[in-house]
């Protein structure tokens, strides 16, 4: 393994780690009292497997933990500072904030909205994105977000799956500095939907709409309201929201998160793993429409009275430097990413953070994907000057916080490029094999979660069914995220990729993530993907998509490289058959690789039409990637 990295903030707590595994469920109850309740629970936990009931009996609002609890000491403080990709910026504080979410709640209700019902929002990423969210929570609506990148078909799914009677959209929304008409997407997607009554739309750009009788503006809502709303008295059991996932793996499943847990869940991680104090400036760069903006975005750093940064745009978006330039304008302190993202930055060359002043950072993060060695060592090096921790956190959204990271906060403990670390306080995780027996050290295996957690998901929406199957058919009683990892002799977990893209060659079983991490280590190769495909004599052979960084291009001798890298490095049996260098890969919105779809190329099935690809928003780009790699393979292969 590789060497380890020595850094930590020393707030070492022992015994909380040994209050959570000596009795989980009553170190959670102690948890769950850093938050504002109105009514004290009777049980902390009720648990009919694989349906969990935390804090039964006590009552909570989201929206009140957010914003009402910081009144008195921080209305004057920035909740957000908001940058628009056009370079326009806002400041809200604590109080505007408040104001702004009491008097949405009175507009959802003046148009029906009832505790219960669900309310669509697609939104680009303005601050009418968490007021509209915690609005909903505020008087127990359950909203259900949509990445405004979706289209019109992946909307109405989401509208008819979750009968939302009322959407709010804006008119438009900036991306890459071209106006992407929202509100033109939710009249396509809701023409033939009759119980949608209402369409809130507000103004972010200056193109026209066309306005219909269900068609109501923001601005005009938002003036004929009052700002008295108190927070709805919830359960803590109640629907906050319900979010699809990002679909990486199959058509996209409404993952259905409660209050009460969800919320104790990210109070406590958040804090643990970002250590998160009254001065520090947090930015996570996640889009609120995907499970990390949901937890990270808005609940986590609302309920600590946090100050963040939120951005409107692409991350390189008028220019590469875009990103390190709001980290310089906004003294951001703790920064946390995607391993996408930072592949990259880390293809447009160090020159360009290296031009700018990044010393007030103190701590990075990164999620959704395994974070390869050479990508995080590049990430320590160059963006945290090799003195900010970083913080590899694993988990889903189903699992609605994080389960598995290095927590600052909390302790301190080594590092380990590419690891995650360790499982949070009160969460038993192990690596199992078929059978569910526990394999020994630095085996593959299966990743499973042995006990319920505050943030687990209530079930998926509508389908009690799918949820048993999907992540408790399994193994009995034991959750089964469908990811493949690994435990090291020091108990650290490495997150080797979905198990549905393991490559069996031989009879060896291989993670499609470290045969990738170990391409991207070459110096001049910027991302990779693998992909099996059928051999009569091995079960299958591997083949790899190669992207090179900016202005370097492929030859035999780097090809030859890469291959020489896999054999020394992994084993010979992993060296691929074919390597395929091509300019981009195709991704889902959330920037994840679709290895199904490479999968489907390198078979010669026919991709000729990806539209029926549940990301619909994201066709033309994933189309001109496999149409490009289809005619590199036709180039090599003739
Ligand atoms: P779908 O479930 O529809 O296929 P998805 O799994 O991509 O979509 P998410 O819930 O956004 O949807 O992603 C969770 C998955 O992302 C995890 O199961 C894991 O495979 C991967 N992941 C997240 N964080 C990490 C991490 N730090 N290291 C390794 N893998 C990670
Ligand atoms: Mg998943």
Redesign the pocket.
Known sequence: MDKTYDIGLGNIDVNLRKKADSDFVSFWDDEAKNLSWFSHWEKTLDWHPPFAKWFVGGTINASYNALDVHQKTKSGKSAILWEGEDGESRVITYGEMLSQVKKFSNVLKSLGVKKGDRVTIYLPMVPELPIAMLACARIGATHTVIFSGFSAASIKDRIIDSHSKVVVTANGGYRRGKIVKLKEVIDEAIKDVNFVKHVVVLERTKNEISISSKDKLWSDLMNNVSDSCDAEKLDSAHPLYILY??????K??GVLHGTGGYLTHLYSTFKWAFDIKDSDIFFCTADIG??TGHSYVVYAPLLHGATQVMYEGAPDFPDASRMWSILQKYHVTIFYTTPTALRMFMKFGDNIPNSFDLSSLRLLG??????NPEVWKWYFKTIGKEKCPII???????TGGMLISPLPGLETIPLKPGS?TRPIPGVHISVVDENGDDVSPNTKGYLVVKNPWPGMLLTLWNDDEKYKTVYWSKYEHCYY???YALKDDDGYFW?L??TDDILKVAGHRIGT?ELESCIVSHSDVAESAVCGIPDDVKGEVIIAFVVLKQGLSDSKILEKEISDKIRNDIAAIATPKQIYFVSKLPK?R?G?IMRRLLKGIANNEKIGDVSTLEDGAAVTEVQSAVDYIQKSIKETSG
């Open positions: 996932t990002s679909g990486t793996t199959g996209p499943k995907w499970v990164t999620v959704g994907e395994p974070i590899d956190t694993w988990w889903q959204t189903e995650g995220p469908g990811d997150l990729g979905r993530a889902t959330s994840k």
